[in-house]
Structures are given as C-alpha cells and as structure tokens.
C-alpha cells in the first residue's frame, strides 16, 4: 500500500508560479513511476504529467509543456509539480498519483491540493 500526501496548493495570480509537492510512504518510492493530474469544476480529471521510478524520462499534456516541470527526490520519496506561468484555465485540484505496475494505470492517490488562478 502507499499513501500520498499533496501540498503546496493555493491561490495566485494569472503568470505566478507554485511548487507542489507530493510524500509517498508505504514502498520504496524508487520503483513506482508517478503522475499528477487536476480535476477542474465540471471536468473530468486529466492528466498533467508523469515520471519514471529513476527520474530518467517525463512526459506531460500538451497544455503544460514548457510551463510545468515534473521532477522527484527518491530520497525524500517526494515528488514535486513546479508549475509557472499559471493561467486561470489552470485552476483545478491536483492529485498525484503512483503507478506501482508501471503500464500507465495509477494504484494509489492523493486526496488532492487546490490550486486557483485569479485573472
């Protein structure tokens, strides 16, 4: 089993910067890949970004390229969601994720972080 736990969440203005953070515990973090995804009023969840167990290889939606940057400290058994250049269609709960079988489906989630971006 493994638990997740979001921080970091809050409000901003449009062009402002978060750093989310995300703490596992419960497996050796340095062998599950993790996601992040956000889920606006009225919307259904999608995906933001994930990364491999080693840190090596990321991806992200097409709508946070360049603009968000997914990384993780397996030391700290963290994983962090820095997110710049926030827009108001950003607005949403943010949930992180751990795919412990590593084919793309998520085991275990966060309970979420709202971020909200003012115009």
């Known amino acids: 089993q493994v638990q997740l736990v979001e921080s970091g969440g809050g409000l901003v203005q449009a062009g402002g910067s978060l750093r989310l953070s995300c703490a596992a515990s419960?497996?050796?973090?340095?062998?599950?890949?993790m996601g992040w995804f956000r889920q606006a009023p009225g919307k259904e969840r999608e995906f933001v970004a994930r990364?491999?167990?080693?840190?090596?290889?990321?991806d992200y939606a097409d709508s946070v390229k360049v603009r968000f940057t997914i990384s993780r400290d397996n030391a700290k058994n963290t994983v962090y969601l820095q997110m710049n250049s926030l827009k108001p269609e950003d607005t949403a709960v943010y949930s992180c994720?751990?795919?412990?079988?590593?084919?793309?489906?998520?085991?275990?989630w966060g309970q979420g972080t709202q971020v909200t971006v003012s115009s």
């Open positions: 419960g497996r050796t973090f340095s062998t599950y890949a």
């Open positions: 994720a751990a795919d412990l079988r590593y084919d793309g489906t998520y085991q275990h």
């Open positions: 990364i491999s167990p080693s840190g090596g290889s990321r």
